[in-house]
């Protein structure tokens, strides 16, 4: 079974406090963190072929967040696993994959992401 600090993950927010916090605490849990808060950055990055297992998209950051996003992200990262993490229902009228997933965002935790995180991790230390 592969360890946590093998399991890169991506975190982007529109709330730098929410990246920082992201980051800090799947940190803590020892997994590789990159963190990007801004959209232009982030965009780049996945638009490119570094390396990512995990991204936590928070869709707020890019206007419009819409398919066109979808789709570049999957042509360039088609095996990562991705968490939109929202206040909205975002994935509403968009195609997707079974590699995309949605957490509402909890103003008072994060608990869920990280259980979704570990969820995932398992899912893919197991392969």
């Given at each position: ?9 991506l ?27 801004s ?31 979808i ?22 009228g968009?195609?997707?994959a079974?590699?995309?997933?949605q ?7 994060i ?17």
């Open positions: 079974m592969r360890p946590p600090e093998s399991f890169t993950v975190v982007t927010d529109s709330n730098h406090h929410v990246c920082n916090l992201l980051q800090r605490e799947l940190e803590k849990e020892s997994y590789a963190v990159h963190s990007l808060k959209a232009n950055r982030a965009y780049e990055y996945l638009c490119s072929s570094s390396r990512m297992d995990l991204l936590i998209l928070d869709p707020q950051l890019f206007h419009p967040f819409d398919q066109t996003i789709d570049e992200i999957l042509r360039h990262h088609a095996a990562t696993q991705i968490i939109l993490h929202s206040y909205t229902d975002i994935l509403s968009l195609k997707t079974d590699n995309i997933h957490i509402e965002k909890n103003a008072a935790s608990s869920s992401v990280k259980s979704a995180v570990h969820t995932l991790f398992q899912a893919f230390a197991e392969k």
